[in-house]
């Protein structure tokens, strides 16, 4: 009983040997089947995490920035108020009252340090306008306050008007970053 039923050379024993030694290889084929798509898999788990990492701070630097605008917006209307006739400039000026201009200057810093390169390419430009109009607004409020005693009424008025301008500026750049937050979020 040495021998398999259909006619070959080989003993059982050596069957038993080949069949053993084949099915060794197609173990080890498929060992290594299953770690090359173990680590496909893994690979695409890993860059789906990096994607979703990447959109969620995408996402929270657009809703960090929709909040200084629209604290920029809160402060410039506040400076606005407090700048709101050439009396008051005198006073501001002459530091008989407070202007809250250091806040704006914080809120510039702050808007400075905004990496562009880590902000949704849809809001470079909006966050390039509100940092602008920030460090406009503070250079202009700064310029009158230390040159206020030599203007006359037609460059209070400009004064007035351009800074009336600025706040309107801001409050459409805070309407555009609130829409485009809403946008990534969808």
């Given at each position: 009983?040495?021998?398999?039923?259909?006619?070959?050379?080989?003993?059982?024993t050596?069957w038993?040997?080949?069949v053993?030694?084949?099915?060794?290889?197609?173990?080890?084929?498929?060992?290594?089947?299953?770690?090359?798509?173990?680590?496909?898999?893994?690979?695409?788990?890993?860059?789906?995490?990096?994607m979703?990492?990447?959109?969620?701070?995408?996402?929270?630097?657009?809703?960090?920035?929709?909040?200084?605008?629209?604290?920029?917006?809160?402060?410039?209307?506040?400076?606005?108020?407090?700048?709101?006739?050439?009396?008051?400039?005198h006073?501001?000026?002459?530091?008989?009252?407070?202007?809250?201009?250091?806040?704006?200057?914080?809120?510039?810093?702050?808007?400075?340090?905004?990496?562009?390169?880590?902000?949704?390419?849809?809001?470079?430009?909006?966050?390039?306008?509100?940092?602008?109009?920030?460090?406009?607004?503070?250079e202009?409020?700064?310029?009158?306050?230390?040159?206020y005693?030599?203007?006359?009424?037609?460059?209070?008025?400009?004064?007035f008007?351009?800074?009336?301008?600025?706040?309107?500026?801001?409050?459409?750049?805070?309407?555009n970053?609130?829409?485009?937050?809403?946008?990534?979020?969808?």
């Amino acid at each position: 009983m040495n021998t398999l039923c259909f006619v070959s050379n080989l003993t059982s024993t050596e069957w038993a040997a080949w069949v053993q030694a084949l099915g060794s290889v197609a173990a080890i084929v498929a060992a290594a089947w299953i770690a090359v798509h173990q680590a496909k898999l893994q690979h695409r788990n890993a860059l789906d995490l990096h994607m979703t990492e990447q959109r969620t701070a995408r996402v929270d630097i657009a809703k960090t920035l929709s909040v200084l605008a629209k604290n920029s917006a809160k402060a410039m209307r506040h400076i606005l108020g407090q700048l709101k006739d050439r009396e008051s400039v005198h006073k501001v000026a002459e530091r008989l009252i407070h202007c809250d201009i250091g806040e704006l200057r914080r809120i510039d810093k702050y808007l400075s340090e905004i990496p562009l390169h880590s902000v949704p390419y849809s809001l470079v430009t909006p966050t390039m306008v509100l940092g602008a109009t920030v460090r406009q607004f503070i250079e202009k409020v700064e310029m009158t306050l230390r040159f206020y005693s030599q203007m006359d009424s037609s460059m209070f008025e400009d004064f007035f008007e351009t800074i009336g301008a600025m706040n309107l500026s801001i409050d459409e750049t805070c309407r555009n970053v609130t829409a485009e937050v809403k946008n990534l979020n969808a």
